[in-house]
């Protein structure tokens, strides 16, 4: 079965940076659009950012300038690189993975998180 696995969530200072990673397995991942979401205390879940199989990308207005999404098809991972946190951040952080043709609005499956804290 499909799994995804996240890794590199953490503490860190306003204005760090951190890396998150997502191993993919159980499945083929180099025709699936890969991404990242993210649910804050209190709130929804919501798009932080996508990586067609193509290597096009998608971000939250929130996000763009400061985070990086990119993929390795050849070792089935995906990566988010956070810039100039803010504590608006913070959140559990999911890799997501959605299979061409897939409807809805939502990704297909979801691994299962990791913290990351924005805080001094």
């Known amino acids: 079965q499909v799994q995804l696995v996240e890794s590199g969530g953490g503490l860190v200072q306003p204005g760090g940076s951190l890396r998150l990673s997502c191993a993919a397995s159980?499945?083929?991942?180099?025709?699936?659009?890969m991404g990242w979401y993210r649910q804050a205390p209190g709130k929804q879940r919501e798009f932080v950012a996508t990586i067609t199989s193509g290597g096009g990308t998608n971000y939250a207005d929130s996000v763009k300038g400061r985070f990086t999404i990119t993929r390795d098809n050849a070792k089935n991972t995906v990566t988010l690189e956070m810039n100039s946190l803010k504590s608006e951040d913070t959140a559990v952080y999911y890799c997501t993975t959605k299979q061409p043709g897939s409807v809805g609005r939502w990704p297909d499956y979801w691994g299962q998180g990791t913290q990351v804290t924005v805080s001094s």
């Open positions: 159980g499945g083929f991942f180099r025709s699936n659009t």
